[in-house]
């Protein structure tokens, strides 16, 4: 290897080098945006995490269906509950905004009673959807306030 080709390996590494840190530098600054956890939008899901986490926690019970988390859209199977095996139940919870607000959550429910060895469709009482929501909102709630302390 000669003197001269030496030196020119020196310099191009040296040029790429300046042009890689370059590149970099123009990346960000020096500032950077300070995380807000808590804030009522935290969308890195598509929907607000903390009412999607508390939703999925609080069906927990029955397998899930379809879970969607960039829709917002957690479907369960069939749930029956062993001490009442004549009835069953399937719960579909939509997330429809980023904001942890009350109004960004929609459940539903549909059941069915065992008659004549064939499910029928039963009503579900209105107190039963309205549980469900309390119970994902005060969940997601206190989600978001274990990410502030």
């Given amino acids: 290897m000669t003197v ?22 123009a990346c960000g600054g020096r500032e950077r945006p300070a995380a807000d956890l808590a804030a ?9 995490s903390y009412l999607w986490r508390a939703a999925l926690e609080t069906v927990s019970f029955a397998p899930l269906l379809q879970a969607d988390s960039a829709g917002g859209v957690i479907v369960t199977d ?3 509950n062993p001490a009442n095996p004549g009835e069953r139940v399937k ?6 905004d980023q904001d942890l607000r009350a109004d ?14 064939t499910w029928v469709d039963a009503p579900v009482q209105a107190a039963t959807v309205q549980k469900l929501e ?16």
Avoid: C, E, P
């Fill in 134 to 149: 309390d119970i994902i909102l005060t969940k997601a709630r206190d989600l978001r306030r274990q990410t502030v302390s």
């Fill in 78 to 80: 069939w749930y029956t």
């Fill in 104 to 117: 960004a959550l929609r459940v539903a429910a549909s059941r069915q009673v065992a008659q004549g060895g």
């Fill in 4 to 25: 001269k080709h030496t030196f020119a390996t020196k310099i191009i590494r040296a040029a790429m080098a300046t042009a890689a840190l370059t590149g970099l530098a």
């Fill in 91 to 96: 719960v579909s919870v939509a997330i429809l």
């Fill in 40 to 48: 009522s939008q935290v969308t890195t899901i598509g929907v607000n």
